[in-house]
């Protein structure tokens, strides 16, 4: 029995992990397996067996959407520099 780590599986499934997450939850994806403390997997099988059943036209129905792709974070803007900036009175 082959198991999948994280990085693998969202290379195989289109869903965020949070997404993943909700449907496991909701009894709608293989349950993850505990490998030890701070691992865990999923059984290859279930995950290829769900694909399969999957229906042509997308994921299972759930009350939340996959979510949106996170924007990278701004950076802050540069004060505008004026003529007494650095200047003892």
């Known amino acids: 029995m082959r198991m999948l780590r994280k990085t693998e599986l969202l290379a195989r499934v289109p869903f965020t992990d949070s997404y993943i997450w909700q449907l496991e939850k909701a ?3 293989p349950r993850r397996r505990q490998l ?3 691992r865990v997997a999923w059984v290859e099988s279930e995950i290829d067996a769900w694909l399969a059943a999957l229906p042509e036209g997308g994921p299972p129905a759930t009350a939340k959407s996959p979510g949106r792709p996170r924007k ?3 950076k802050p ?3 505008p520099v004026t003529e007494n900036d650095g200047v003892a009175a």
């Open 72 to 74: 990278a974070a701004s």
């Open 36 to 38: 030890g403390p701070r």
């Open 27 to 29: 009894g709608k994806f």
């Open 77 to 79: 803007k540069p004060k």
